[in-house]
DNA sequence: CTGACTAAGTTTTTT
DNA sequence: ACTTAGTCAG
C-alpha cells in the first residue's frame, strides 16, 4: 500500500495528528516540531484523502501572518481551486466578518461597527475618566483598560461584577459607561469582536446551529493562547460534531499578561474527556545541546497541570550555549556586534542569520548603536508600529468618520486636525451639548449644520458648522469613491500633507507614511471602505514588517516578537534579575505568591532558547544604567538552571546572598582595576599594526576577547622570542590567566 | 490656539 | 535619559 502523497515525509506523531479526522485532538506541539505541517497537511488531508468540501473546514489563529502562511501552505499542497472556499483566519477577523453579516442580530451595532485599537481605548477611557470626575492620577487609564480587557476575556459584564468596596464600585461605573460609549458610537474594541460573537450565538442558538451545520471541523493554532472568550466560542462552534483540533504548547504560553489563560489545555480535557494526545516532540530545528538547554530551564517550571515533553533532535551535536559577564551594556553590545562580525567572516552565515533578542524594548538601543558605530545594518522588528503613528491614525480616522458617522473616537481625533478654529473648550460644548441631546457628538454636528444653535457663539459655531458640511460632502460620496480616492479627496479637502510637512525630516517621513497608506488604500479598489477599514484595523506590523527586509541583516527583537521565529545564532542579553525576569515579575510574586507572573518570565527565556539553529550566546552585565541611574544586577536565576554540562564561558557565582555579596565585591574591585588602567588603541583609529619582535601587541587595559573565555581585560603582556604571552582577567570568576596572543582578538575600545 | 515649559511615568502586546 | 501628557503664558 502507498502512501498518500500528503502524509509523505512526516513522522509518526505527525501522521497521527494529521489522519485523526474524528473527535477531539489536542496536539502538544514542542518547539520546531512542525506543527504548522501538522495543520496544513491535516486540511489537506481531511480535503483530497477523506474527501471534505473545503466550506466544512475553518481554522483559527492569532496572526494574520500565520493564517497567510497556512493559506499558501495549503495552497501548495493541494489542487488550488478548491481551498479558497475554506474560512482560515485569525479569531478576531473570522469574528469582525460574522458580527458584521449578522448585524441584523445585533440591534446597537451596525454593520459599519467601527474596530477600536488600545489607543482609541484608551481616549475613551479618558473621556469616561472625566465624565464621571474622577481623577486620571489615581486611576490611570491604562490600568482601567487592562481591567476592561481582563474582565472581557474573562466574560464577565459590568453588572457581573464582584463590587464589595469602593474601588470596584468606581470600575464598575468606568466599565459600564466605558461600554456605553462604544455602544453610542457604534464601535467594538478588540475584545468585544470576540465577546458579541459568542453571546450573538449564546443568544441565538439558531443562528448558531447554521454556523455549525457549515464548520464541521474546527482547527486551532497556538491553542495555549487562547483566553476564555476564545475557548467559548471554540467549543460553540465545534457543537456536537466535537470535531475540534487544537495545537499548541503551554510551554510556549507567554501572553497570560493578555488574558491567555493556559487552564484551557486542562478545560479541554475535561470537556472532551474522549480526546485523542498526540505529543510532537522530535525537533528539526536545533541539535540536541539546545533542546538540552532548553528543558533545563522549563523543566524548573512550577506550572501544575504541565505535561512534561522530551524533545529530541537527530543533529545530536552541537556548539555549547555560551554565557558571558560583560562589564556593562556597551561591552555587551560589542560583545555581540563582534561576535556576529566574526562568525560572518569565517563565512559560515549570512548577516540575514543572527538575532539578538531582550526582554525590553529599551534594551535595543545599546544593541543599536554597536551596530552603527561598527556601520553594520540591522532589522529593527516591532518597535513603532505603522497603524500607531499619529498621521496614520489621522488619516484612518477621517475614512472611519466618513464610514461610521458615530465614531465620536475618530471625531474628536481629527475635528481639529489640522487646526480649523474648534477648540478644546469648544469641542467640549459640543461633546457636552450632544450627551444633553443623548445623542452622538457626530449628530449633534449635524443639527448645527441643519441649522441648530446649540450653546455655540457665532465664531465657534461657523467654525463647527462649516466643517459638519465637509463632512457631509465626503459622505455623499462614500459609495461612489474607492477607498483610494476618498483618501485622497480628503487629504486634498484637508490639506493634511501640507500641515504635516514642516520642513523637518520627521514631517518629511510623515507625508511618506501617508502616501504608503494611500498605496494600501488605492489597492482596494472594488473591494470597498467597509473591508479597507475591518483588514487595517485587524492588521498589525508583523504583517508590514515583512517587506522592508529586502536587506539581510542580524534582526533585533524582544523575545515575545520572536516566538515562531528561528535563527541559526541567537544572543539574548540582558539576562540579569530584574529584567528576566523583569522587577514587576519579581515583585508581583513577593505580592503574591500564587502569581504565575515569574513562570512566564521562565518560558519567556525558553521561546528565546528554542528559536535557534546552531548557536547561542546568553549575555548578563555587571552593572546597568537604566534610566539615567545605573546598578549592578545579578545573573537571571534561569542561568542556574542550565545543566552546567551543556553551558560554557563565564562561570555563574553561586547563587545564595553571603556568597553573592562577596562574589560581586571581588567583580567590582577587579572591573576597577581593569578601568583604571590606561585602555590602549583608545585612539579611533588604530589599524590593526602588525606585531614585531619586541613590541607585544597586547597592552595592559586592551580590551581583548577569547573563544573560550570570551571578553577580558589584558593585565600584563611579555614577549618571549616569537610568542607573545598575555595575561588576561576574565571576569565572573575565571580569574587571570596567562595565554598566548594568537588565541586573543583585540575588542576596540 | 500655539509654543514652551514641567511633571511623571516608563514590560511584554499576535488582535 | 527620554518621551509625552498636561499646564500656562503670550
Not at 486551532?220 to 483540533?245: C, H, I, P, S
Not at 498526540?278 to 504541565?306: C, F, W
Not at 459655531?461 to 461612489?480: G, I, M, S, Y
Not at 575565571?734 to 575600545?749: A, Q, R, Y
Request: hydrophobic share 35%; with cysteine.
Amino acid at each position: 500500500m502507498t502512501v498518500p502523497r500528503i502524509l509523505q515525509g512526516l513522522n509518526k506523531q505527525q501522521v497521527e495528528a494529521v489522519t485523526a479526522v474524528e473527535g477531539p485532538v489536542l496536539v502538544l506541539a514542542g518547539p520546531g516540531s512542525g506543527k504548522t505541517r501538522v495543520l496544513t497537511h491535516r486540511i489537506a488531508y481531511l480535503i483530497e484523502e477523506v474527501g471534505i468540501a473545503p466550506q466544512h473546514i475553518m481554522a483559527l489563529t492569532f496572526t494574520n501572518k500565520a493564517a497567510s502562511q497556512m493559506k499558501s501552505r495549503i495552497g501548495a499542497l493541494i489542487f488550488p481551486t478548491e481551498f479558497y472556499m475554506m474560512t482560515v483566519g485569525t479569531f478576531h477577523s473570522i469574528c469582525a466578518g460574522i458580527l458584521r453579516r449578522r448585524a441584523d442580530y445585533t440591534p446597537h451595532f451596525s454593520r459599519d461597527y467601527a474596530i477600536y485599537d488600545t489607543a482609541d481605548q484608551l481616549d475613551v477611557v479618558q473621556q469616561v475618566l472625566s465624565a464621571l470626575n474622577l481623577d486620571p492620577k489615581k486611576h490611570t487609564p491604562r490600568r482601567m483598560l487592562s481591567q476592561i480587557s481582563s474582565a472581557k476575556n474573562e466574560m464577565i459584564g459590568p453588572q457581573q461584577l464582584p463590587v464589595t468596596d469602593y474601588q470596584d464600585e468606581i470600575f464598575q461605573r468606568v466599565y459600564t459607561l466605558y461600554n456605553e460609549l462604544l455602544q453610542q458610537s457604534n464601535a467594538r474594541d478588540f475584545d468585544d469582536l470576540l465577546l458579541h460573537t459568542v453571546q450573538l450565538f449564546a443568544d441565538n442558538a439558531n443562528l448558531l446551529a447554521r454556523y455549525q451545520d457549515i464548520y464541521h471541523y474546527v482547527l486551532v493554532d497556538e491553542f495555549q493562547d487562547t483566553n476564555m472568550v476564545q475557548y467559548t466560542l471554540l467549543k460553540q462552534l465545534a457543537g456536537a460534531r466535537r470535531n475540534l483540533f487544537v495545537v499548541g504548547d503551554s510551554d510556549q504560553s507567554i501572553y497570560a499578561f493578555r488574558g491567555a489563560d493556559y487552564r484551557n489545555e486542562k478545560r479541554f480535557r475535561e470537556d472532551y474527556p474522549n480526546f485523542r494526545l498526540i505529543l510532537l516532540e522530535q525537533n528539526y530545528r536545533s541539535h540536541q545541546t539546545i533542546l538540552d538547554t532548553a528543558m533545563g530551564v522549563i523543566n524548573k517550571s512550577e506550572n501544575p497541570y504541565r505535561i512534561q515533553k522530551v524533545l529530541f533532535s537527530e543533529r545530536k551535536e552541537g556548539p555549547r550555549p555560551i554565557i558571558w559577564e560583560a562589564h556593562d551594556e556597551e561591552y555587551e553590545a560589542r560583545f555581540v556586534v563582534d561576535t556576529i562580525k566574526e562568525l560572518q567572516d569565517q563565512g559560515e552565515y549570512d548577516p540575514g542569520d543572527f538575532a539578538v533578542m531582550y526582554r525590553t524594548h529599551a534594551q535595543s538601543r545599546a544593541i543599536e548603536e554597536a551596530f552603527l558605530r561598527a556601520g553594520m545594518p540591522y532589522r529593527l522588528i516591532g518597535a513603532t508600529r505603522f497603524y500607531a503613528r499619529r498621521e496614520i491614525k489621522d488619516a484612518l480616522a477621517y475614512l472611519r468618520l466618513i464610514q461610521n458617522s458615530d465614531d465620536s473616537v475618530s471625531l474628536h481625533r481629527i475635528i481639529n486636525v489640522p487646526p480649523r478654529g474648534i477648540g478644546q473648550k469648544t469641542l467640549q460644548d459640543l461633546e457636552d451639548w450632544a450627551n444633553s441631546l443623548e445623542v452622538s457628538p457626530a449628530q449633534a454636528l449635524m443639527l448645527l449644520e441643519q441649522g441648530e444653535t446649540g450653546p455655540f457663539n457665532g465664531r465657534a459655531r461657523n467654525a463647527l458648522t462649516a466643517f459638519a458640511a465637509q463632512l457631509q460632502e465626503w459622505r455623499q460620496k462614500r459609495d461612489e469613491l474607492s477607498p483610494g480616492d476618498l483618501l485622497s479627496m480628503v487629504l486634498r479637502d484637508t490639506n493634511y500633507l501640507a500641515y504635516l510637512d514642516d520642513g523637518t525630516p520627521e514631517g518629511d517621513s510623515r507625508v511618506e507614511n501617508v502616501m504608503e497608506l494611500y498605496g494600501v488604500a488605492a489597492s482596494y479598489e472594488g473591494l470597498g471602505l467597509t473591508t479597507f477599514l475591518e483588514e487595517v484595523a485587524l492588521i498589525s506590523d508583523v504583517d508590514t514588517t515583512e517587506k522592508t527586509d529586502a536587506v539581510p541583516a542580524p534582526s533585533l527583537l524582544t523575545l515575545h516578537s520572536a516566538k515562531g521565529l528561528e535563527f541559526p545564532v541567537v544572543f539574548l542579553v540582558g539576562l540579569e534579575e530584574g529584567i528576566l525576569p523583569h522587577s514587576r515579575s519579581i515583585e508581583e510574586k513577593i505580592e503574591d505568591p500564587t502569581s504565575t507572573a515569574l513562570e512566564e518570565e521562565r518560558r519567556l527565556l525558553y521561546v528565546g532558547l528554542t528559536r535557534a539553529k546552531d548557536r547561542i550566546y546568553l549575555l548578563y552585565t555587571f552593572r546597568r544604567s537604566f534610566y539615567g541611574g545605573s546598578g549592578m544586577n545579578l545573573p537571571s536565576r534561569f542561568l542556574y538552571d542550565i545543566p552546567p554540562s551543556v553551558r560554557e564561558g563565564t562561570p555563574l557565582h553561586p547563587r545564595g546572598q553571603q556568597a553573592v555579596e562577596s562574589q560581586r565585591y571581588q567583580d567590582k574591585t577587579r572591573w576597577e582595576q581593569a578601568a583604571r588602567q590606561p585602555r590602549a588603541g583608545s585612539g579611533r583609529s588604530r589599524p590593526a599594526q602588525r606585531p614585531t619582535d619586541r613590541e607585544p601587541k597586547f597592552k595592559a587595559g586592551m580590551v581583548v576577547w577569547h573563544k573560550t573565555f570570551g571578553e577580558g581585560v589584558v593585565m600584563t603582556s611579555i614577549v618571549r622570542g616569537d610568542i607573545e604571552e598575555v595575561g588576561v582577567l576574565f571576569p565572573g570568576g575565571s580569574g587571570e590567566k596567562t595565554i598566548i596572543s594568537d588565541f586573543l582578538s583585540p575588542v576596540d575600545g
